[in-house]
């Protein structure tokens, strides 16, 4: 399975951005998707999940300004960014897996595909 994202690019302080990640072919009938970010000189840290359920978990530093979403017929995860800060500055990755061992807790280790990311910019 191949994982792409899509949507990354540059906005100001308090603007907004949709991120879309799409899966190449059918992950199953029980699965979990997430983003994921990476700051230049920082670890990869989980920023927002969902399962086929439509179970969410979100960073408590993105609550109320971020929003996963997911269209099942198109294979589609999308993250919705407003209010972004400046610290919000990171290669962003979207990530799925069908086992989904813990994956509320948005661990690298729960999560077998990967994307190759996109690069959100946030400037004052």
């Known amino acids: 399975v191949q994982m792409m994202e899509s949507g990354g690019g540059s906005v100001q302080s308090g603007g907004s951005l949709r991120l879309s990640c799409a899966a190449s072919?059918?992950?199953?009938?029980?699965?979990?998707m997430a983003w994921f970010r990476q700051a230049p000189g920082k670890e990869r840290e989980g920023v927002a999940g969902i399962d086929s359920d439509g179970t969410t978990n979100y960073l408590n530093s993105v609550q109320g300004r971020f929003t996963i979403s997911q269209d099942n017929a198109k294979m589609t995860m999308y993250l919705q960014m407003n209010s972004l800060k400046v610290e919000g500055t990171a290669i962003y990755y979207c990530?799925?897996?069908?086992?989904?061992?813990?994956?509320?807790?948005?661990?690298?280790?729960?999560?077998?595909?990967w994307g190759q990311g996109t690069q959100v910019t946030v400037s004052s």
């Open positions: 990530a799925a897996d069908s086992r989904c061992n813990g994956w509320w807790l948005l661990r690298t280790e729960s999560f077998g595909y």
């Open positions: 072919e059918y992950i199953g009938s029980s699965y979990c």
